[in-house]
């Protein structure tokens, strides 16, 4: 309905000035700005290095109640599960644990989910509990199983929403030839593996004279890693030291993508790697490697504090997805009057997190509310200020609104940045509002 109609054809109101304005008075008026959706990915918290050195104490406990070992087989063993599963449970996860046999022994593995998430998609990070029966296993896989289980806490902290469902998997009888592992691969039906968007593998992490190694697999998990040692000034190196000697070779032989983190075993660390890395050349990443001094001295706490938190910053990137995935809109939905025959206002829409230019075509949906369209002179203003026609003025159309939606070529522009919609009214009487717009990728 146009109520003003009757009086606008009898008057004639158009004049050169009101003309001139509206090419020229491009005085601008910001509207408040709509979070555009969705949300950045919330950065990854801190894992306190404290709490990952106190289940290695637990660990080390264990093993010495226990014979000195927390070996399949041998009740250690089993006690380190209860330990992790009483954690996980306490803090709200699903846990189970399944047995499979090796050695005429039982073994178990311990899987923890985090309710929600889409279940088509599940992110794990798992970590091998068992110790040789020659010593207790701290770093060798204390360090792996701590690391993991605290981010699993820091995740229930956080009580993180991502759009991944997470799994956290603690495997029996690695020592033994990636038995544990195996067997929950081999439980899973074809359907379930493909399901999993990627396996994170965390054995030895916290070598005493470490390197900082990255698994050269899944290249998006690997991304992820480098990424975030990058982010700290510390250099990687591709794990070579035996690719396919922990769990995550399980589930690569099905297709599953994997990586992970490693700070060495049994190999001997260069003069170059100890230049780059500190520590000692000539001597092993861990001198200690399956024996009896694989104890809670034989922690490197630098190591053991970054590769923690590289497993968190993983959990917390790969579980959310892209930040911004394609066909995503950015919206204002917040209103702007638009003065009648006056100054341009705008409302801004904020791109943020996208890489590149924008599209050659973009969409601008604009929902504008007026009582005769023909005032109005309507354009899209990129960040660097570069306006886009959308709709000129008309002393004919006198239709109520502007809903459209207009496809403009903007890939001569970055993608990121405050996109403005600006509106002017050029002619008296009808007047009306922005109720919102939006830009979709
Ligand atoms: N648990 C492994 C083993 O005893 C340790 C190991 C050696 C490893 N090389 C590796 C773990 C490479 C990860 C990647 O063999
Ligand atoms: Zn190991
Ligand atoms: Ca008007």
């Not at 306490?90 to 309710?115: E, M, Q, R």
């Not at 638009?338 to 409302?347: F, H, L, Q, R």
Request: glycine share 10%; charged share 15%.
């Amino acid at each position: 309905m146009n109520l003003s109609r009757t009086s606008r054809l009898s008057t004639s109101r158009r004049t050169v000035a009101a003309v001139a304005l509206a090419l020229t008075g491009l005085v601008s008026a910001t509207a408040p700005t709509a979070s555009a959706a969705p949300a950045a990915a919330l950065a990854a918290p801190d894992i306190p290095l404290a709490n990952v050195k106190a289940h290695l104490t637990q660990f080390q406990s264990i093993a010495t109640a226990n014979g000195g070992n927390r070996a399949h087989g041998r009740p250690g063993y089993k006690a380190s599960v209860d330990y992790v599963k009483a954690k996980l449970d306490a803090a709200g996860f699903t846990t189970s644990v399944t047995t499979f046999t090796s050695g005429g022994a039982t073994g178990y593995n311990l899987i923890a989910d985090w309710p929600g998430g889409d279940p088509n998609q599940i992110l794990m990070a798992g970590a091998h509990l068992d110790s040789v029966s020659s010593g207790p296993g701290i770093n060798d896989n204390g360090s792996g199983s701590a690391a993991v289980l605290e981010t699993a806490l820091a995740v229930s902290r956080a009580q993180l929403k991502p759009t991944k469902h997470l799994r956290f998997g603690w495997w029996g009888a690695e020592e033994l030839g990636l038995v544990g592992s195996k067997a929950y691969v081999n439980s899973l039906p074809a359907t379930e593996r493909s399901k999993f968007s990627g396996y994170l593998n965390f054995d030895m992490i916290g070598s005493p004279n470490p390197g900082y190694f990255v698994y050269d697999d899944d290249p998006a998990i690997e991304k992820t890693f480098k990424d975030y040692y990058a982010g700290i000034g510390v250099p990687t190196e591709i794990e070579t030291e035996g690719d396919g000697r922990s769990d995550h070779a399980s589930f690569k032989n099905v297709g599953i993508p994997v990586g992970g983190l490693f700070t060495g075993a049994s190999r001997t660390k260069s003069s170059a790697q100890a230049q780059k890395w500190g520590g000692t050349a000539g001597t092993a990443f861990d001198r200690c490697y399956h024996s009896s001094c694989d104890t809670t001295a034989n922690i490197n706490d630098t190591a053991l504090d970054r590769n923690s938190d590289a497993i968190a910053h993983a959990v917390w990137t790969l579980g959310s997805g892209p930040v911004v995935p394609p066909g995503d809109a950015y919206e204002n939905t917040a209103d702007v009057a638009v003065p009648d025959n006056g100054a341009a206002v705008t409302s801004t829409v904020t791109v943020a997190g996208r890489t590149g230019n924008a599209p050659a075509a973009l969409k601008v949906g604009v929902d504008i509310k007026h009582t005769w369209r023909g005032d109005l002179v309507v354009d899209l203003v990129a960040p660097d200020g570069t306006a886009y026609r959308l709709k000129n003025s008309s002393s004919s159309d006198s239709a109520d609104n502007v809903i459209a939606t207009y496809t403009v070529d903007a890939s001569a522009e970055a993608a990121n940045g405050a996109w403005k919609l600006r509106v002017q009214d050029i002619a008296a009487q009808d007047t009306g509002y922005v109720d919102s717009w939006k830009l979709t990728f």
